[in-house]
């Protein structure tokens, strides 16, 4: 728990963190994020106005260089949070931090001031979104066994793969998702070239699969990247059930999910 100071007064109030309590209870629900297991950050654009200004000493360098978020705000759960008690009290829990105009450093500004070990991962990726997709300001890491299940079968360890089986299962999958899973083999946890692989693939993909680890999730608010991280997560356990049942499902046919991704014209998403 940090003993700061605050650089603004009305952090409680900001929108962003009833996203962050309701998220983070459903992650706990699903049982998706054990233990301290997984983090959410939020980007926002808007200004907001500080009770004095940053000494200079406050700003920490940053390991990458992420000029599209230069002069923004990132909110970030803290090191060790739980979901189940972050959806109880976000403003113990979640942060809030300023990127500097130079895109090469940050300071904290509200709220829980030691930011997960996965901060420069999350301003890599959050550059990625800023410069490729900027409607999407919201990014969920989570561990749902059913997903993280998949990286054991060796022919679906890939992004072509897994999209092709796993999204074929359920008509409105595809539609969700018509660009597919993006797959990151193995990375350290919490390892820069984690943050900066998926960063590479969030130019395209809302949803990435890490490697025996977990998902990354993207969207617009944190609610609505866990809607992304439910449809995979759904058409995951379809097909475990499947499986267990002794079927090796086949799914929709390509023609059927060309005649569908048509009708919502969104074939040109379709790889
Ligand atoms: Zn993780």
Known sequence: MHTRQAFIDNFADLPELADFANTAHWLSLRGWSEGAGGNMSVRIDRKITLLRDIPSDDYIQLPVHVPFLADTLIYLTGSGTRTR????NPTQDVGLYYI?????SYCWLAGNSSPTSELPAHCAIHNALAEHRPDDKAIMHTHPANLISLCHVPELANSKAVSDKILRLQSEARLHLPEGIGYVPHQIPGSL????????LVNV???????????????????????????????????WTLRAAGIDPVGMKE?????????????????
């Open 85 to 88: 008690e972050t959806a109880l």
């Open 205 to 239: 993909h809302r949803l990435v699969l890490w490697h025996m680890h977990g998902c990354l999730a993207t969207g617009t608010s944190l609610a609505h990247a866990f809607d992304y991280m439910e449809v995979f997560e759904k058409c995951a356990r379809m097909y």
């Open 255 to 271: 023609e059927d999910i060309v005649k569908t991704l048509t009708e919502f014209g969104r074939l040109d998403r379709y790889t």
């Open 100 to 104: 500097a105009k130079d895109g090469q």
């Open 193 to 200: 070239e984690l943050g900066l692989a998926s960063a590479k």
